[in-house]
């Protein structure tokens, strides 16, 4: 973070154009660059370490004016972190770590040099990358919103404003009409970013013509779905972003307050808004009489108190109140009766972000991309067992295949690809037939799944799809606010249909008894958790019903994941006696010596699957089998076939 | 405020002012909607949906809590169809293991049961739990806030761990002499467990892991 010098207010677009034009002016275009990730991802590898040796190496060096030491957002390769890019240039480097700094600053900075072993290698190709742009994770993206993570230091407004940020604010307030913004917005096709996809201008238009004496503007940030980190990124890479887009928002709908409910698990989003908010407000881009235009408009960050549910929107307004976060019956929009009985409208981080493209660049470039019910792009968060993990941001209608295998690289350790889960809690689980559906609000519906704020956690052959249903019911278990009887009580009878499926004791009864429970949540629930919260179930019973028959019919796990039913046994033939599984085994459970052949005692195994991970590959004696009688051990002191 | 507005409900057309609830319209018309959570000198709440009818407007019909629905011109209500009571059904059958008594409902639930012909022990054998006598109906809790004003009972916990606590330092000073929540209840679990003086199941117990 620089020292900044106190603030001048800006109080026209003109000062406002001329202050971006001395920012350009003072830098350098040709002066190197290192940008540096500090979001959360690469903070947990040890990032800061990595910017304090660099600022030192620098110093050392004494190149303060040759280089600057950026510290940006996420650019979303996170699994290769800590992730940096060297501009002007734009070579790419992944997995730095601290003792790569001295050299990075010699060979890279100082003479040109790409240093090769900091390259991002396809595991597929063997191919080597030096820019951004050609590693295939990136290649395939279209990062609108995200691209700009890695040019910016989210704490300098200064940085903002040399990509040009707030010139919409400029452009909205001094030049369009409240309605006509809502045109363009309309126009434009944006659908909430947030799961729903309800078109945004018409929600803005609601709460512009609801009556009210004081309207609000609100930002959802209470991102829950579990391994999405979408919203997070944006907000703490690029927050005058979503600041931006808000003003531009609150000023169409005649909003003069707002507030970001940012979720407690996000504590680098919330220093980062506040920081961009007290910038904004020296520079007169919040507060009163903003740009000279005579539209006023303060914000405030709600931090949220831990509750998934908090997210829904007639939760978000309760807890701004200061109630308990949990939903109420909203037969009259948020939108016309929402913080104090007041027309409040609520938008996710990700589409208030969009706000500023659309305005800079019109609703026809925005139209221009995705797919007749989709406009736009729209930021996944790729995870599970996918060889290329992070946030990947597409255009509406690639296919679930493209992000899987073009930018994902395909599944971890060549393994089958099994289900992909889109939507989190409230979304469902897609088959290897579904891979060719283009990602769009309305074709995932179709599919029994969702859009969902952007979760896709992609599953492998290893994966039980029963136990995964189990999964999301649980966390919905304790993650509903408990307020009306299906969702609560649904959810209560489900997780002990799941678990007594999983762990062989369902009846065949009990696939009906799951449709009937499901319906009546999905009719009868207060708020959207509890209609939705069955979809994990269901669409696993639509796509994987063979997997629910088996476990109840059969007692057999096909993915032998399941505890109750699976066993571990040790090949006599295969195994070479080389005592890895004996030493690891926490129970004590496997007997053998050196030469003797190894097997495990049924009945002290706690089938933590330790020794079926560690048996070397070449050995592969253990097995995991489901749905058939244990083998008896091998008479006691049995020699090895073959030596370890 | 002087318009009415027209709506049918189960096929009979009923007049109703603006602001007014379905189900606040049916009452008033003579026509019973059965409702757990529901009272009239409190806010709606919409947590038993054992009030849910069809509601069809412009052809397209939909489930909705009658007690927070609010009347329309040219709405038409059933309040029982096949899809009504199946619901009201299975949302007696899910919440019966959490408010029997001794294995049996009293009061209304156990005429709504009767009437909707609900296997009160249907998934008992199942969970395995042991009641709360309580179904979260959120009366107690309303009536102290919005009736007496006094704070002094609420909700604690989240999800199916969700429970009515007494806060001991408001309820040592108001609920001797007010005993409001206990009338109310309708499974007469606050009578049983606690008097004015005694709070059988306090936030102390929560927070120590007692309940």
């Given at each position: 973070m620089q020292v900044r010098k106190q603030a001048r207010r800006i109080n026209s677009t003109a000062e406002l154009e001329a202050l971006r034009k001395s920012i350009l002016d003072a830098r350098?275009?040709?002066?190197?660059?290192?940008?540096?990730?500090?979001?959360?991802?690469?903070?947990?590898?040890?990032?800061?370490?990595?910017?304090?040796?660099?600022?030192?190496?620098?110093?050392?060096?004494?190149?303060?004016?040759?280089?600057?030491?950026?510290?940006?957002?996420?650019?979303g390769f996170c699994e290769r972190g800590t992730l940096l890019t060297v501009y002007p240039q734009g070579i790419f480097y992944q997995r730095v770590k601290m003792e790569d700094v001295p050299e990075i600053i010699s060979e890279t900075i100082v003479k040109g040099k790409v240093i090769k072993r900091l390259l991002y290698v396809d595991p597929n190709t063997g191919e080597q990358h030096t820019r951004e742009a050609d590693v295939p994770f990136y290649k395939k993206q279209q990062r609108l919103l995200l691209g700009s993570n890695s040019r910016i230091d989210p704490t300098s407004i200064e940085d903002y404003l040399a990509i040009g940020g707030y010139a919409a604010l400029a452009k909205a307030i001094s030049q369009m009409k409240p309605e006509q913004i809502i045109e363009e917005i309309k126009r434009s096709g944006l659908r909430g970013r947030g799961g729903g996809g309800f078109p945004a201008g018409k929600k803005w238009e609601e709460t512009r013509n609801a009556h009210g004496h004081r309207k609000y503007a609100i930002v959802n940030c209470d991102e829950g779905d579990p391994g999405a980190y979408m919203d997070r990124s944006l907000t703490e890479g690029n927050p005058h972003a979503v600041l931006e887009g808000l003003l531009i928002g609150a000023y169409a709908i005649g909003a003069s307050e707002g507030f970001i409910y940012v979720r407690q698990e996000y504590p680098l989003a919330c220093e980062n808004l506040n920081i961009a908010i007290g910038q904004a407000r020296e520079h007169g881009l919040l507060g009163d009489n903003i740009l000279g235009s005579g539209f006023s408009f303060t914000v405030k960050v709600h931090r949220g108190a831990g509750a998934f549910v908090s997210g829904e929107s007639s939760a978000i307004m309760?807890?701004?109140?200061?109630?308990?976060?949990?939903?109420?019956?909203?037969?009259?929009?948020?939108?016309?009766?929402?913080?104090?009985?007041?027309?409040?409208?609520?938008?996710?981080?990700?589409?208030?972000?969009?706000?500023?493209?659309?305005?800079?660049?019109?609703?026809?470039?925005?139209?221009?991309?995705?797919?007749?019910?989709?406009k736009g792009t729209k930021i996944f968060s790729l995870v599970g067992k996918v060889n290329n993990t992070g946030l990947v941001e597409i255009p509406m209608g690639m296919t679930l295949r493209e992000i899987i295998y073009g930018i994902g690289g395909g599944i971890l350790k060549g393994k089958r690809f099994k289900g992909v889960q889109t939507g989190g809690p409230s979304g469902g689980i897609l088959p290897e037939q579904c891979l060719d559906t283009p990602v769009d609000f309305d074709e995932l519906a179709k599919l029994g799944s969702m859009m969902g704020s952007g979760g896709m956690v992609v599953m492998d052959e290893d994966t039980c799809m029963v136990d995964v249903a189990r999964y999301f019911v649980d966390f919905l278990c304790e993650e509903s606010c408990g307020k009306c009887i299906p969702c609560r009580e649904g959810l209560r009878v489900l997780r002990q249909i799941l678990t007594d499926i999983c762990e062989g004791r369902g009846k065949p009864e009990d696939i009906a008894l799951i449709q009937e429970i499901a319906e009546v949540m999905a009719d009868a629930s207060l708020c959207a958790l509890g209609t939705t919260a069955a979809n994990p179930v269901l669409t696993t019973l639509r796509y994987f019903g063979d997997e629910y028959e088996a476990h109840i019919k059969e007692k057999r796990c096909p993915a032998k994941f399941c505890k109750n039913l699976t066993s571990y046994y040790i090949d006599p033939d295969k195994c070479s006696a080389c005592l890895i599984c004996l030493r690891n085994c926490p129970a004590s459970a496997i007997v053998g010596d050196k030469g003797i052949v190894h097997w495990i005692d049924q009945g002290k195994c706690t089938k933590c699957g330790i020794c079926f991970e560690v048996c070397p590959e070449r050995f592969s004696a253990v097995v995991r089998i489901s749905g058939e009688p244990t083998p008896p051990p091998p008479p006691p002191g049995t020699k090895v076939k073959r030596e370890g | 405020m002087g318009d009415t507005i027209t709506l049918k409900i189960d096929g009979q057309e009923v007049r109703a002012r603006p602001g007014m609830t379905v189900l606040e319209a049916a009452r008033e018309a003579g026509i019973e909607i059965p409702a757990l959570c529901h009272h009239e000198k409190m806010t709606p709440y919409g947590a038993c949906r054992i009030c849910s009818v069809e509601a069809e407007m412009d052809g397209k019909t939909k489930i909705v809590a009658s007690c927070g629905y609010p009347v329309e011109p040219?709405?038409?209500?059933?309040?029982?169809?096949?899809?009504?009571?199946?619901?009201?059904?299975?949302?007696?059958?899910?919440?019966?293991?959490?408010?029997?008594?001794?294995?049996?409902?009293?009061?209304?639930?156990?005429?709504?049961?009767?009437?909707?012909?609900?296997?009160?022990?249907?998934?008992?054998?199942?969970?395995?739990?042991?009641?709360?006598?309580?179904?979260?109906?959120?009366?107690?809790?309303?009536?102290?806030?919005?009736?007496?004003?006094?704070?002094?009972?609420?909700?604690v916990g989240r999800g199916i761990d969700r429970h009515v606590v007494f806060f001991p330092d408001k309820a040592s000073k108001v609920c001797a002499s007010c005993q409001g929540c206990f009338k109310i209840c309708p499974t007469g679990k606050i009578g049983a467990e606690a008097d004015g003086t005694y709070f059988g199941f306090t936030i102390d117990d929560f927070l120590a892991g007692r309940l």
């Open positions: 350098d275009p040709k002066r190197s660059i290192i940008a540096l990730c500090v979001g959360t991802g690469c903070l947990a590898y040890g990032c800061m370490d990595i910017l304090g040796a660099f600022k030192r190496e620098v110093a050392v060096q004494g190149l303060q004016d040759t280089v600057e030491i950026r510290a940006t957002g996420c650019p309760s807890a701004i109140e200061g109630k308990v976060g949990e939903p109420r019956m909203k037969y009259v929009h948020t939108a016309v009766s929402g913080i104090k009985g007041q027309p409040s409208n609520l938008n996710n981080v990700e589409t208030w972000a969009n706000v500023p493209l659309i305005i800079n660049k019109g609703a026809d470039w925005f139209r221009s991309i995705g797919t007749e019910g989709s | 040219g709405l038409v209500i059933r309040t029982r169809s096949p899809r009504v009571d199946r619901i009201r059904k299975t949302v007696i059958e899910l919440v019966s293991p959490q408010a029997n008594t001794d294995g049996d409902l009293g009061g209304d639930l156990k005429k709504l049961a009767d009437e909707y012909g609900a296997d009160i022990h249907r998934f008992e054998a199942r969970l395995q739990s042991k009641s709360r006598r309580c179904t979260l109906c959120g009366l107690c809790v309303r009536y102290c806030d919005e009736v007496v004003g006094a704070h002094a009972i609420g909700f």
